[in-house]
């Protein structure tokens, strides 16, 4: 009688191990497989729908009328330096959680969008690269900084460990395309070294790491070692070329 008991014991410890076995497994493959697959299908969408966007004719705005015969014609006022007004050719800031240009790294066949923001719900899960919302953007003097997941949900930034000095990388928006080429990297820093995206980025930590003087800078950053958020992984480049759309 023992005995039996002692076996169907032994047997129902046995399927609960089995039946968590599975469950584990199932977990891992939600997160390895399909996190990705649908990070990868939205992300890989929204390029698309950006590239349609691009093409499309710009709707002329109606032209003001002219004015009247012997009427002085008033030339339209600049904004001096100390007026609150952007500059003709600034962009309007993109919203939060919004796509608006796509990266692309050919030495690791990435294409992936860029999105306002380091969110992981509306941005980072969804297979975009982030943009860190208080640097420059694309083009501008200081540090475009840019973040991506390594692991999971698309996983854009896997490879930027490969990246080399030399490598392009390209961003495009609607009004043009700008081309980074690498220059430095460092391999591991704290997630605190807030000094990677400054807009001279150097490390807090490893100082030799990065840039003295001002310029025109792309930061890439990621969690390392893979499947860990223990550390930083950042990548550097520098603005190398730009041509309009």
């Not at 005995?3 to 032994?10: G, N």
């Not at 990868?40 to 590239?51: F, K, N, S």
């Not at 995206?197 to 001002?214: C, K, Q």
Request: proline share 10%.
């Amino acid at each position: 009688m023992r005995r039996r008991l002692l076996v169907r014991a032994l047997w129902g410890f046995a399927e609960v191990v089995v039946s968590l076995g599975v469950v584990l497994l199932l977990l891992v493959a939600h997160q390895l497989w399909w996190t990705n697959r649908l990070a990868r299908d939205d992300a890989g969408r929204t390029v698309q729908a950006l590239e349609r966007e691009w093409r499309a004719p710009a709707t002329p705005s109606p032209s003001p009328p002219g004015p009247e015969p012997g009427a002085v014609s008033t030339p339209i006022p600049v904004p001096g330096p100390s007026s609150s007004a952007a500059p003709p050719d600034q962009p309007p800031s993109p919203r939060w959680d919004q796509a608006y240009a796509v990266l692309r790294i050919p030495r690791i066949g990435l294409t992936a969008p860029v999105a306002e923001g380091t969110g992981k719900g509306g941005v980072l899960d969804r297979g975009y690269v982030g943009h860190y919302t208080r640097t420059a953007q694309a083009g501008q003097a200081g540090n475009f900084a840019l973040a991506g997941h390594r692991n999971t949900h698309g996983e854009p930034f896997r490879r930027i460990d490969r990246l080399r000095r030399g490598d392009r990388i390209t961003v495009e928006t609607r009004d043009a395309v700008y081309t980074y080429t690498v220059d430095q990297s460092l391999a591991r820093t704290a997630p605190s070294d807030s000094g990677v995206i400054a807009p001279v980025p150097r490390s807090n930590i490893t100082t030799s790491a990065g840039y003295s003087e001002a310029g025109y800078y792309l930061t890439l950053t990621t969690c390392t070692p893979e499947f860990s958020s223990r550390y930083r992984l950042v990548v550097w480049g520098k603005l190398t070329a730009m041509r309009p759309r």
